[in-house]
């Protein structure tokens, strides 16, 4: 149950401790100078290339994660605006809605005030 960092920690400690191995054997081992130079630079050109492949495959790791992050990030700025946006239109059908009533209401009274006083002006004559 290592996670992904784990298992990349586990595989460059194989790998320097194979070159580190390697470097001690071809040491010791009796061959003549210029063979044993032409063994050191192979294995460290080897080293060099595992190390390049290593940091290449890292660093397009780190670029996937940061890209997926931003995707992440964006959805859910998108999904929050969407929501704000939905909220704000109920807000303002609910604010015209009462609006509405409001003109409405306000309407009814004034035709039952003006009906009102127009009864009041037959009965009683017109009211100056």
């Known amino acids: 149950m290592y996670n992904k960092s784990s298992k990349k920690g586990l595989l460059i400690g194989f790998i320097i401790g194979g070159a580190i191995g390697g470097a001690i054997a071809l040491l010791y081992a009796p061959q003549k100078g210029k063979n044993l130079r032409h063994d050191i630079s192979k294995k460290s050109g080897e080293i060099y290339e595992s190390g390049r492949k290593i940091a290449v495959d890292s660093w397009n790791g780190?670029?996937?994660?940061?890209?997926?992050?931003?995707?992440?990030?964006?959805?859910?700025?998108?999904?929050?605006?969407?929501?704000?946006?939905?909220?704000?239109?109920?807000?303002?059908?609910?604010?015209?809605?009462?609006?509405?009533?409001?003109?409405?209401?306000?309407?009814?009274?004034?035709?039952?005030?003006?009906?009102?006083?127009?009864?009041?002006?037959?009965?009683?004559?017109?009211?100056?």
């Open 62 to 128: 780190v670029k996937e994660t940061a890209e997926s992050t931003l995707e992440s990030a964006n959805d859910i700025l998108n999904s929050g605006m969407d929501k704000i946006s939905r909220k704000a239109e109920n807000v303002r059908d609910a604010f015209r809605a009462g609006m509405e009533t409001y003109t409405e209401e306000t309407r009814a009274d004034n035709r039952k005030d003006h009906a009102h006083t127009t009864s009041n002006e037959d009965t009683f004559g017109k009211i100056t």
